[in-house]
């Protein structure tokens, strides 16, 4: 049984990665539906919230349904951090996380992200403070370290521990690949395998199927995995896995139908929760990937991110269903 101090998340986790623009309430509403043991909201300012800004703010909305969830925050300031965190535990998640991981050049260039992490003293501080200041587990998501110079990653696994860190997700990459290669699990097996390593520790990069999961499961050792760009809008690849492990049988894809509906359900919370434009906005990254692989859908992609209508999109998608089942 995997635990982030008394939380309980089964005997191998899969955890949904905290994605900016992406893992919103809508969308994780459909990822839980499809076996998502633990999410993460998008990461959050630490000065927005302290500010009060209102896009910060919003994204501390979470739903019962959705537990347990944590609240992941980012800064490059030790104060606002320990604020922030006081903040996010008003909104009651089981977990507050610290991004020490984003590689993004206005993140990053500026000491918070994966930026912090030429600096491991003030990143050892700064999570002391956030434990000390809260009384939810702690838990953290960094990369390998700055550069394939720079891989630090067993020390800043020890020294996060330390101060009382009671989970580690790794992205095999460092801040400089950003999201390009191949992601490297050998330096994050190295830190599960540890003998002074306790807490558990999550692999993350480049999982994009079932057979890979249970690959670098075995592979790797690793406590649980952690998944991000695989999906987004492929929310079945967590029940695709789990029924991999437990079978070693695939599952058939999801259905034409399936995917209308999953689609539609996120598209009507994503309006809900952001209002006309903007979640019909945001859902237009969605749709590509939706009904990737599905023959004949480009017209109806043009149609439904060109359109800012709410019926228009929804008649679209029905039309999708009707017309493609077909084919």
């Known amino acids: 049984m995997v635990k982030i101090g008394n939380l309980e998340l089964g005997d191998f986790p899969l955890l949904l990665a905290p994605m900016e623009d992406v893992s919103d309430p809508p969308f994780r509403a459909v990822c839980k539906e499809n076996g998502a043991d633990m999410m993460y909201t998008e990461f959050i300012s630490a000065e927005g919230l302290i500010r009060d800004a209102a896009k910060s703010v919003q994204k501390l909305d979470i739903y019962d349904y959705e537990r347990p969830i944590g609240i992941q925050i980012f800064g490059d300031k030790i104060e606002s951090m320990r604020e922030a965190a006081a903040i996010a535990e008003e909104a009651q998640p089981e977990v507050i996380d610290i991004n020490y991981g984003c590689p993004v050049k206005k993140v990053a260039c500026k000491g918070a992200g994966a930026g912090i ?38 020390e800043v696994a020890q020294r996060l521990q330390d101060v009382g860190v009671q989970a580690l997700s790794i992205h095999g990459r460092t801040r400089q690949q950003m999201y390009k290669g191949e992601a490297d699990w050998n330096p994050i097996a190295d830190v599960k395998n540890h003998p002074d390593i306790h807490i558990p520790i999550f692999g993350n990069g480049d999982i994009d199927s079932p057979q890979k999961a249970l690959e670098y499961k075995e592979k790797y050792g690793v406590d649980g995995i952690m998944i991000g760009r695989a999906a987004i809008g492929y929310p079945w690849i967590f029940r695709e896995i789990k029924h991999y492990m437990n079978t070693g049988e695939l599952l058939p894809p999801p259905t034409l139908e399936e995917r209308v509906n999953t689609c539609l359900k996120h598209l009507k919370f994503s309006v809900e929760w952001k209002g006309d434009r903007q979640g019909i906005l945001e859902m237009r990254r969605h749709y590509t990937q939706y009904f990737k692989g599905i023959p004949h859908f480009k017209p109806y992609r043009t149609q439904l991110v060109e359109s800012l209508d709410f019926d228009e999109i929804v008649r679209v998608l029905h039309q999708v269903q009707e017309e493609l089942q077909t084919v």
């Open 117 to 154: 992490l030429l600096d491991l003293p003030k990143m050892q501080k700064m999570t002391e403070e956030i434990v000390k200041q809260v009384n939810l587990p702690v838990t953290v998501k960094t990369r390998l370290g700055w550069d394939h110079n720079n891989i630090k990653i067993l």
